[in-house]
């Protein structure tokens, strides 16, 4: 009941126009990451096609921990905490240890995926259209907030394409088996 429908994206009113906007649009590219994740086996979670190659499970757990970080930290201004860097791997992206994470589930991540976002919320909720305009110092940088926020968008949507990039090879070379045609 607290939602209106802006063009085909669900936006609450519990945000400011512009924040509920965003969030509507990082709500659906998580639809669109676990559509496209959903029906994977454990193998097709933990193939990669070489050593330098993250699979599927390490961009889900890489997705929310750069939500985690770029929400929390930088926007909340409340340090990870060491629990939380351990918990989400923060220092395994990208490096020769991501099969460590090959033994988490896809439940297990979509879990962490859902913490995060709730966290997401939470922040989001507290901040006004004109937060938007507030400027983060990072080193050498400054980032607005609006600019932080189409960050995450476009950083879940680039991660979103390398998966189905992984799901297609794995389909081309028949590790995923197709649907039967009735």
């Given at each position: 009941?607290?939602?209106?429908?802006?063009?085909?994206l669900?936006?609450?009113?519990?945000?400011?126009?512009?924040?509920?906007?965003i969030?509507?649009?990082?709500?659906?590219?998580?639809?669109l990451?676990?559509?496209?994740?959903?029906?994977?086996?454990?193998?097709?979670?933990?193939?990669?096609?070489?050593?330098?190659?993250?699979?599927?499970?390490t961009l889900?757990?890489?997705?929310?921990?750069a939500e985690?970080?770029?929400?929390?930290?930088?926007?909340?201004?409340k340090t990870?905490?060491?629990?939380?860097?351990?918990?989400?791997?923060?220092?395994?992206?990208?490096?020769?240890?991501?099969?460590q994470?090959?033994?988490?589930?896809?439940?297990?991540?979509?879990?962490?995926?859902?913490?995060v976002r709730?966290?997401?919320?939470?922040i989001l909720?507290?901040l006004?259209?004109?937060?938007?305009?507030?400027?983060?110092?990072?080193?050498?940088?400054?980032?607005?907030?609006?600019?932080?926020?189409f960050?995450?968008?476009?950083?879940?949507a680039?991660?979103?394409?390398?998966?189905?990039?992984?799901?297609?090879?794995?389909?081309q070379?028949k590790l995923?088996?197709?649907?039967p045609?009735s």
């Open positions: 009941m607290g939602e209106r429908t802006f063009w085909d669900k936006i609450d009113k519990k945000f400011s126009p512009q924040i509920g906007l969030y509507s649009m990082l709500e659906e590219n998580r639809r990451v676990k559509d496209k994740t959903r029906k994977l086996q454990p193998a097709h979670l933990l193939w990669r096609p070489d050593k330098k190659t993250n699979t599927v499970r889900l757990l890489h997705i929310a921990e985690l970080w770029w929400m929390q930290e930088v926007i909340d201004g990870l905490t060491k629990k939380q860097k351990e918990e989400f791997r923060y220092d395994l992206y990208g490096g020769e240890n991501t099969k994470i090959g033994k988490t589930s896809l439940d297990y991540l979509f879990s962490k995926m859902d913490r709730c966290k997401t919320r939470k909720q507290k006004s259209d004109r937060d938007l305009d507030k400027v983060h110092k990072f080193k050498n940088d400054r980032m607005a907030y609006g600019y932080i926020l960050h995450l968008i476009e950083h879940e680039s991660h979103t394409g390398q998966i189905s990039n992984l799901v297609n090879r794995m389909k070379l995923i088996k197709p649907k045609q």
